[in-house]
C-alpha cells in the first residue's frame, strides 16, 4: 500500500528504486589489556592505520575533485591530528589495545567538540566516519559504506560521510536519503553537485525495509513508499518533462521578458570548472580557496601555488565574470596556524574576516596572488570577503585591496544580519555585495546549519530571511551597485524567481542546478517574479511563503 513520507528536498529529480542501505558502523571494540611489553607494537599498528585511512581519503578526494577534494583532505588531517595521536598512543601504554585506544580517544574528542556548541555537529560526524574508518582498518573487517550492488537502488542511511558521498556511482546510486543533515548540509551540497536526487531530515529513514521500492522526489522532499503504477507513471512524466525543458533552455539567464540575470557556479576549485562551463555558466559567483590552504593546516600556501590554481579558474572565464572569496578560515573550518584552539564558541568567535585582519600577511599574499593570476587575462575578477559585520570591516578590506595593487572590485559578504540592516552604509566602501544566505539562516535564527533538529529554520523561504535580502537588494539599487546570492538558496528554481522579484542581480549556484534555474526563470515575466517575492514575504511560515510563490506563478 501506498504511503508518503516528508523530508527536505535537497537535489532536484526523481529517483525510483529498491532500497539498499548504508553499511553499519563498527561495532564497539572490546576493552581488553595488553602486556606492557606489546605496547610499543600496538602503536605502530594504529599509526599505520591512521596514515592508511589518511591516504585514502586523499585519494578519494583527487579522484573528486573540486569542493569534495577539500572536504576529504580536511577530515585526512583530522585522522592525523596530533593531539589525538597523542592521546591515543598515552592509552596504549596504560593498557588499551590499539583499536580501543583510537575508539576512546576520537569519543573523548568527540565530547569536548560537542561541548564547543551545536556549529561542529557536522564536523562531529566527519570525525565518527574517520574514527569508523581506523577501527575498521585495526579489526580487519570492511570498511563502513555504499553497500556493493550490482543494480541501480536509492541508499538510505543515517547521515553520509563526504568520503562516501563524493565517490558515489550515479548510473548505480539512483538518489539517497538520509535520517540526518539539512539543505546546506556536506551531503546535500555534494549531491547537488553530483547532480543525484537526495533528501536529507527524514524521520524514520532507517527503518524502511531493504529492498523496498520508493519513489523520490528530491524538489519537494516527498518520498512515496510502494508507489502505485499511476504514481511512478506521473513521477516519470514529470521527470521527462523537466528532462525535455532543461535541454531546451540555453544562453544567459533571463526572464521571459528579457530581465538579464547572470547565473554564475560556485566552485571549490580547478576541478569544479569543466562541470560549470559545460552548465553554461556565465561565470563564477564564489570561488571558494580554502581547497589550497587545507592541503597543510600548519602554513599558508606559497604564493606561487596560489598564483597558479587561480589562475586555471580565472583563465576558464574569459569576459566572463569570476567572484574570488578570500581565505574563509574558523569555525567549522579550522587551520592550525591562523585559528585560536580555546575559542568557547567558535561560530560566533574569530572567522572569516576577522581571522584575515588577525594575520594581515596572509591576506596580503593572497591578494597578491589574485592580482598576479589575472595579469593579462579578459576576465572580470572581483573579491569579497567573509563574514563582513559593518562599515569598518568593509573599508579594512577595501584598504588591504588597494594596498596590494589589485585591480578588481572589491565586495562584502552578507552573511551576518547586521549588514544587511546597514548595507548602504557597507556599499560606501566596496562596489558589491553577496549575499551567503547558508550562514545568514543560520546566524538569523541561531540555528546550526548542519544539525537535521533545525533544518525548519535553516529553510531559505523563511520570510525573515527573504526580508534580509531585500533590505539588501534595495541598498544596492539606491546605491547603483550589485548584489548577488552565491548562498544555496539560489539552486531552488522556484526561490530562484522570488530572489529574482525582491531585486538581486545575478544567482550562483552548483553547476547541476543552473540548467534548472535557467529554464524556470525563462517561464515567468519580472513583474510576476515581483508579485511572487511580495507574495512570499506577506507569509508567516516557509511552507506558506513557498506555496504562495508557487501560486503566484503557476497563475493559480
Same mark, same amino acid.
Given at each position: ?20 542501505? !548504508? &553499511? ?51 577530515? +585526512?588531517? !583530522? ?26 580517544? =576520537? ?74 543533515? &539539512? ?8 549531491? @547537488? ?57 540555453? &544562453? ?21 570548472? +569543466?562541470?560549470?562551463?559545460?552548465? &553554461? ?35 576558464? =572565464? ?8 578570500? $581565505? ?21 568567535? #574569530? ?35 567573509? !563574514? ?56 538569523? =535564527?541561531?540555528?546550526?546549519?548542519? #544539525? ?36 544555496? +538558496? ?30 524556470? $526563470? ?10 511572487? +517575492?511580495?507574495?512570499? @514575504? ?19
Amino acid at each position: 500500500m501506498e504511503t508518503t513520507l516528508r523530508g527536505v528536498g535537497v537535489s532536484h529529480g526523481v529517483a525510483i528504486g529498491e532500497v539498499r542501505h !548504508m &553499511g553499519t558502523a563498527v561495532l564497539e571494540p572490546p576493552a581488553k589489556q595488553i602486556p606492557a611489553d606489546e605496547a610499543e607494537r600496538e602503536q605502530g599498528r594504529a599509526r599505520q592505520a591512521v596514515e592508511a585511512v589518511a591516504a585514502d581519503l586523499i585519494a578519494r578526494g583527487n579522484l573528486a575533485g573540486g569542493e569534495a577534494q577539500a572536504v576529504l583532505e580536511a577530515q +585526512a588531517l !583530522m585522522a592525523q591530528d596530533p593531539e589525538l595521536m597523542a592521546d591515543v598512543d598515552r592509552r596504549i601504554v596504560v593498557g588499551s589495545t590499539a583499536e580501543r585506544a583510537v575508539y576512546d580517544a =576520537f569519543a573523548a574528542y568527540r565530547a569536548l567538540l560537542a561541548g564547543a556548541g551545536e556549529y561542529l555537529a557536522g564536523r562531529v560526524a566527519d570525525l565518527d566516519d574517520v574514527r569508523n574508518r581506523i577501527v575498521a582498518r585495526l579489526l580487519g573487517v570492511p570498511m563502513p559504506g555504499v553497500p556493493d550492488s550490482d543494480e541501480p537502488y536509492v541508499l538510505i542511511a543515517r547521515d553520509l560521510a563526504p568520503a562516501d558521498t563524493a565517490l558515489l556511482d550515479p548510473t548505480l546510486v539512483l538518489g539517497f536519503v538520509t535520517e540526518e543533515g &539539512g539543505p546546506t548540509s556536506h551531503s546535500a551540497i555534494l549531491a @547537488r553537485a553530483l547532480g543525484v536526487p537526495a533528501v536529507v531530515a527524514l524521520p524514520g529513514a532507517g527503518e524502511l525495509v531493504e529492498g523496498t521500492v520508493i519513489a523520490v522526489d528530491g524538489s519537494t522532499g516527498e518520498i512515496f513508499v510502494e508507489p502505485s503504477a499511476e504514481k511512478r507513471a506521473e513521477m516519470e512524466k514529470a521527470a521527462a518533462e523537466r528532462k525535455a525543458a532543461l535541454a531546451s533552455s540555453s &544562453g544567459p539567464g533571463a526572464t521571459s521578458d528579457g530581465h538579464k540575470v547572470p547565473l554564475l557556479a560556485n566552485v571549490g576549485g580547478p576541478g569544479d570548472v +569543466a562541470a560549470a562551463v559545460e552548465a &553554461g555558466a556565465e561565470g563564477v559567483g564564489l570561488f571558494r580557496t580554502e581547497f589550497l590552504f587545507l592541503d597543510d593546516s600548519k602554513q599558508a600556501p606559497s604564493e606561487e601555488k596560489q598564483v597558479e590554481a587561480y589562475r586555471k579558474v580565472l583563465e576558464a =572565464f574569459p569576459e566572463g565574470r569570476v567572484v574570488v572569496r578570500v $581565505l574563509d578560515a574558523g569555525a567549522d573550518k579550522p587551520l592550525d596556524f591562523l585559528t585560536p584552539a580555546d575559542e568557547p564558541n567558535p561560530a560566533l568567535g #574569530v572567522r572569516g574576516l576577522r581571522t584575515l585582519l588577525d594575520h594581515p600577511d596572509v591576506l596580503r599574499t593572497q591578494l597578491t596572488a589574485l592580482a598576479k593570476a589575472a595579469e593579462g587575462l579578459p576576465v572580470y575578477l572581483e573579491v569579497m570577503a567573509p !563574514m563582513v559585520a559593518d562599515r569598518i570591516d568593509a573599508k579594512a578590506f577595501a584598504d588591504a585591496c588597494r594596498e596590494a595593487g589589485l585591480r578588481a572590485k572589491f565586495g562584502a559578504m552578507v552573511e551576518i544580519p547586521s549588514a544587511a540592516l546597514r548595507a548602504r552604509s557597507i556599499l560606501q566602501e566596496v562596489e558589491f555585495l553577496s549575499l551567503g544566505t547558508n550562514d545568514l539562516a543560520q546566524y538569523t =535564527f541561531a540555528a546550526d546549519r548542519q #544539525v537535521g533538529a533545525v533544518s525548519r529554520l535553516q529553510d531559505p523561504w523563511q520570510p525573515a530571511l527573504l526580508d534580509l535580502v531585500a533590505a539588501s537588494a534595495e541598498a544596492a539599487k539606491a546605491e547603483g551597485k550589485s548584489c548577488g546570492v552565491c548562498g544555496e +538558496a539560489a539552486s531552488d528554481p522556484l526561490l530562484a524567481c522570488v530572489l529574482t522579484g525582491l531585486g538581486v542581480t545575478s544567482l550562483s549556484m552548483g553547476a547541476a542546478s543552473i540548467p534548472y534555474v535557467r529554464a524556470t $526563470l525563462a517561464k515567468h515575466t519580472l513583474a510576476q517574479c515581483e508579485r511572487a +517575492a511580495a507574495a512570499a @514575504r506577506a507569509a508567516d511560515t516557509a511552507d506558506d511563503a513557498r506555496a504562495a510563490a508557487q501560486a503566484v506563478l503557476s497563475g493559480e
